[in-house]
């Protein structure tokens, strides 16, 4: 396997290349093959890869070159297939390759058909070469190429000017945390002289000291930083909301498989030096329990049925940087995997909904779907039942592993996340209620078209829905006699799972029943407003109560940021545009230049031709060199 892991990252590389030199003479189901077979086989040598970590119980290290040398300073381009990146390899191409699958059939009327294909395959490219970096400096370019293909992705419909904006805005911001983590590289390379893991954790167990323990806490707080910018969280989380102007296959790649999930994978990478941090790691659970909750109570009111599912994305990412603040690394880790399943699921059904009425995305004109959508309603139950938590789906599992680690932590951060937790199946359920039951609420038009998705989009549909049920199996605890596979199998990094079981407090039985029991009352209660009252969200010219209207108009987050940060900004540059620019630099430099000028026209009339005037200036001068040194003198 050492000798075909470059395999892996390439082949997507080859179907960006091909695909993007061929994306006007290439057919359409030509184009989708190379697209989708690419991630295919890289799934078939990620399994390989998977299966050897497995067997050997030794991670995989292939070293391609030797990228940076600078005395004794050097950095490899080299890959790492441990335990961690041998599942994130197969969440990457196998949900990748699904979405691929279904983009074929989502996308097939899209004049840039091949250009599509081409960015998604490169977006996977980057993402796979994030997470088998064996050094800081690989991960970075998969970090900074994911952010520039979402730029693309997010605005590839880039004539609509909101998604343009849309794009930008997912770019500033990124770049915002990217700083962070560019700064706690250099950091690094100044204390440890090496950007590899092999190097770094190692030493970081032997430091001892305030000194040392102030700069764990630096560099930390700088990686989450940037963690913060590519997974969403307070306060730079308003870009991925944003996010879904892009195709609906995007949102889901996004959303699921890749992007976000980085900067997760980023600090669980970097636990060694979290575990030093213990001021980083409370800020990681306070920040991420407050994001949670505040994305939740945006998503109670939204009427868009993407918008929903993004802001669930943030809340769900919220709970995964939860668990990376109180330690529970492998409960953060299994709900990433759990999530990719259920997500890409949401949103692909979200996807198949759209496009049975005919680009509509206000659950206020939809309902009734259910008969006509067979295949997407049943699917979309089960992904709606698995992320709400309710057991035995696979949300339940490994939201609740996260919960109870949270309880040992704080048992009011606990209720808070059961509180979040019925807030996420209230309006999972709500969504679905106004999509697929009561009355069809759209033109007749709409109603005539209504129609089931093709199999290409079904299809992974039905794959995703079987992995959101089952998921969760792969760490069922042991008080439900489970065997806790995935904790064994990343005991070689996380060490040993801690027991969420405690002394003193509500059994981890307990636990579960509380967060269960929420979730299926917040179920029950959105049954009662939307099934039996056959409530209606108001349209948007109507009032509503002021914490209902607060939370559709997104705590105006977004205006908020605009007077802070973006009219003091371009207030700034607005005056350094125009009076330091334009009147300071620009008008000296233009000043000499018309000083300069109108001084030659004064001295261009002493040069007539006439060489009698140049005799007599000449007397006059050296009269006037005679005068000065008969005074001087």
């Known amino acids: 396997m050492n000798n075909y892991l470059w395999l892996i990252p390439l082949l997507p590389l080859a179907g960006f290349i091909i695909n993007g030199l061929g994306r006007n003479a290439l057919p359409k189901n030509l184009i989708g093959a190379i697209g989708s077979l690419v991630i295919l086989v890289a799934f078939g040598l990620s399994v390989e890869a998977f299966l050897q970590v497995q067997s050997t119980g030794h991670p995989i290290n292939v070293n391609i070159f030797t990228w940076i040398k600078v005395g004794n300073f050097t950095v490899p381009f080299a890959f790492l297939v441990d335990q961690l990146s041998a599942i994130m390899l197969l969440i990457i191409t196998g949900v ?53 293909c979402s730029y693309l992705l997010i605005g590839f419909w880039f004539t609509n000017g909101d998604y343009a904006d849309a794009a930008k805005k997912a770019f500033v911001m990124n770049r915002i945390g990217d700083l962070g983590f560019l700064i706690a590289i250099f950091i690094m390379i100044h204390y440890f002289n090496s950007v590899n893991y092999a190097d770094i954790f190692p030493k970081v167990p032997g430091l001892h000291g305030d000194k040392v323990t102030h700069l764990l806490t630096m560099i930390t707080m700088l990686l989450f930083v940037g963690a913060t910018g590519k997974s969403a969280q ?262 040993t799972p801690k027991e969420a079981a405690h002394e003193g407090g509500i059994p981890e039985m307990g636990l579960m029943l509380i967060s269960v029991a929420a979730a299926v009352l917040a179920l029950i209660y959105a049954y009662i407003k939307y099934i039996s009252k056959s409530d209606l969200p108001v349209a948007d010219t109507e009032e509503r109560p002021l914490l209902t209207a607060l939370s559709y108009h997104k705590f105006y987050i977004d205006e908020l940021y605009d007077l802070i940060i973006r009219k003091p900004l371009d207030a700034l540059s607005n005056f350094f545009y125009k009076v330091v620019d334009k009147m300071g630099i620009d008008g000296l430099v233009n000043g000499l230049g018309s000083g300069t000028v109108e001084t030659s026209k004064g001295l261009r009339l002493l040069q007539t031709g006439n060489v009698g005037f140049y005799i007599f200036m000449m007397v006059i001068g050296i009269i006037a060199v005679l005068v000065y040194s008969v005074f001087k003198f």
């Not at 088998?132 to 370019?141: P, T």
């Not at 409960?331 to 909904?353: D, P, Q, R």
């Not at 049975?356 to 008969?371: C, F, I, N, P, T």
């Open 96 to 148: 990748g390759f699904l979405i691929h699958l279904y983009s074929i059939g989502y996308m097939h009327d899209d004049a840039g058909f091949g250009k599509f294909f081409s960015y998604l395959n490169l977006f996977v490219f980057f993402m796979l070469l994030l997470v088998m970096g064996s050094n800081y400096i690989v991960m970075f370019i998969g970090w900074e190429g994911v952010g520039l």
């Open 234 to 495: 307070i306060p730079l989380f308003t870009w991925l909301p944003d996010a879904m102007a892009g195709p609906t296959p995007v949102s889901a790649l996004i959303h699921a498989a890749t992007m976000v999930t980085a900067g997760i994978y980023m600090i669980a990478r970097s636990h060694v030096m979290f575990d030093l941090a213990p001021f980083t790691s409370n800020i990681i659970a306070i920040i991420g329990l407050a994001t949670a909750v505040f994305a939740a109570l945006i998503a109670l009111t939204q009427t868009d049925i993407k918008k929903v599912l993004a802001y669930s994305t943030v809340s769900q990412l919220g709970y995964m940087f939860l668990g990376l603040g109180v330690g529970a690394y492998t409960g953060s880790f299994f709900h990433v995997i759990t999530h990719a399943f259920f997500k890409a699921l949401l949103f692909l059904g979200a996807g198949s909904v759209i496009h049975a009425v005919s680009g509509e995305q206000d659950m206020r004109k939809m309902g009734g779907l259910y008969k006509k959508l067979p295949i997407t309603f049943w699917t979309m139950l089960l992904g709606t039942i698995a992320i709400s938590g309710i057991p035995p789906f696979s949300g339940f599992f490994s939201k609740d592993e996260i919960l109870a680690h949270t309880y040992q932590y704080s048992p009011i951060m606990y209720f808070i996340g059961v509180i979040t937790a019925m807030f996420t199946s209230f309006y999972m359920f709500r969504m679905l209620f106004l999509t697929f039951f009561g009355k069809f609420r759209g033109t007749h038009e709409q109603e005539h078209h209504l129609h089931e998705s093709p199999a290409t989009i079904t299809i992974p549909l039905i794959i995703l829905a079987i992995l959101s049920v089952v998921g969760g199996l792969i760490n069922v605890p042991a008080i439900l006699g489970g065997h806790e596979w995935l904790a064994h199998w990343l005991t070689p990094l996380f060490g």
